[in-house]
């Protein structure tokens, strides 16, 4: 089947530490994207990737990384100048045609 | 820069009525795209329906369409017949073009409505 996996679903992380949130599609899709989501709020765009080996920066890209090497990954690191960490991630690919968006299951960071 | 903006943080309807949720946007482009999108408990993002700003038909499916005001700004979502599944955080989101035509596909997303379908 089609589609988009995360791992891990749920992830612990001390104060200081980087840690690296996995994504992967096996959709064909060129186009990937991580969000952010909050408590009471919509999802934020932190990067997206439109091909191999290019990424740009979203609207809430401080303390974050990622790299493009395969079509099929795009891994987030969040790093240890990431005020707030402690969230719900989701990973998206897109469908070039018509422009959908199709989402991972999520992966929920918690700073202890 | 676009906004998309859903005022009703939660609503509350009965299985097999009818319930409408509201979701402005604030652009200046005449093309783009918009979308409503489900999330259930499991916190699945799932695709409901989509509407592409230069067609003036609705889109539907199935139990569920789209109310596009073009020039109001409006894109509300209706769904017909509730079902118990149905409850979910329901979120609108706008496909922010480049400047340069086309679009590279990024999500601008309202703050959600609760939806809760009670038997």
């Known amino acids: 089947d089609g589609g988009i996996t995360q791992s891990p679903k749920y992830l612990f992380r001390k104060e200081g530490q980087n840690v690296t949130l996995s994504c992967e599609q096996n959709l064909n899709h060129d186009a990937m994207y991580w969000y952010r989501q909050d408590p009471g709020q919509g999802l934020r765009l932190i990067y997206y990737?439109?091909?191999?080996?290019?990424?740009q920066k979203g609207d809430i890209a401080e303390g974050y990384s990622v790299s493009r090497e395969k079509k099929e990954s795009f891994p987030l690191t969040v790093t240890s100048a990431q005020k707030n960490p402690t969230a719900f991630y989701l990973c998206?690919?897109?469908?070039?045609?018509?422009?959908?968006?199709?989402f991972g299951p999520g992966t929920r960071l918690t700073v202890l | 820069a676009q906004t998309v903006t859903q005022s009703q943080p939660e609503m509350s309807v009965q299985e097999a009525e009818t319930v409408t949720l509201s979701c402005t946007y604030d652009t200046s482009e005449s093309n783009y795209y918009l979308f409503w999108y489900k999330q259930p408990p499991s916190r699945q993002m799932i695709l409901v329906i989509r509407q592409e700003a230069y067609k003036q038909q609705n889109a539907t499916e199935n139990r569920f369409s789209v109310n596009f005001q073009k020039a109001a700004k409006s894109f509300s979502l209706k769904i017909s017949d509730s079902q118990l599944g149905d409850t979910a955080m329901y979120f609108c989101a706008f496909m922010k073009p480049t400047p340069y035509g086309g679009s590279q596909g990024n999500l601008i997303f309202g703050k959600g409505t609760k939806l809760s379908v009670k038997p």
């Open positions: 990737s439109q091909i191999v080996n290019d990424f």
């Open positions: 998206a690919s897109r469908n070039r045609p018509n422009n959908e968006q199709f």
